[in-house]
């Protein structure tokens, strides 16, 4: 199991706002995640729900995000890469450095990047596909990181995905079939 507290003690220190906003996101994306898991008896280990939920922001701190003061260099879009990145560097477990990869919204597809010229490297996938990385995917949904911290509606979240476009809402209400 990765050393959750040293990994984020080393990127984010105790002083910064960034910093309790990671955590307390974190946090709730690991208890509706947990909850998830309990009510649907899914077959996944509790203390790997944790790493993955504390874990699957871990980039944002190099991002311009000033309204979650972050004041990195890159773009948002790409927290799940860096996030991957990093945790890949410390030589943590893959499968927690793929959840950061692929938690963004309901899954990327490479065509998706490509229309939307986002800034992302094509040479790996961005789109959920073991049950730990659906569950955080899913469960991230729902929580907010501008204060206040707030769970979102479930039709807030559907009219979120349903502005990046029907596929993408599909695939969110994929993960809602699953997971609800």
């Known amino acids: 199991m990765p050393d959750i507290r040293k990994i984020i003690d080393k990127y984010y220190p105790a002083d910064a706002p960034v910093r309790g906003i990671l955590i307390a996101h974190s946090r709730m994306v690991a208890a509706e995640a947990l909850a998830i898991a309990a009510r649907k008896s899914l077959p996944l280990d509790e203390e790997e729900i944790l790493a993955a939920a504390m874990l699957h922001d871990i980039g944002i701190v190099f991002t311009d995000a000033d309204g979650i003061g972050c004041h990195g260099s890159e773009p948002y879009i790409r927290h799940g890469v860096v996030g991957a990145e990093l945790l890949r560097r410390e030589d943590v477990d893959e499968k927690y450095a793929r959840v950061a990869e692929r938690?963004?919204?309901?899954?990327?597809?490479?065509?998706?990047?490509?229309?939307?010229?986002?800034?992302?490297?094509?040479?790996?996938?961005?789109?959920?596909?073991?049950?730990?990385?659906?569950?955080?995917?899913?469960?991230d949904c729902f929580w907010s990181k501008p204060r206040p911290l707030e769970r979102k509606s479930l039709e807030r979240v559907r009219a979120g995905m349903e502005r990046h476009g029907s596929e993408i809402a599909a695939r969110f209400e994929a993960l809602h079939r699953e997971f609800s």
């Open 103 to 139: 938690h963004t919204g309901a899954g990327l597809t490479h065509e998706e990047i490509l229309a939307r010229a986002l800034p992302l490297p094509l040479d790996r996938s961005y789109m959920p596909e073991t049950l730990l990385e659906r569950l955080i995917c899913y469960a």
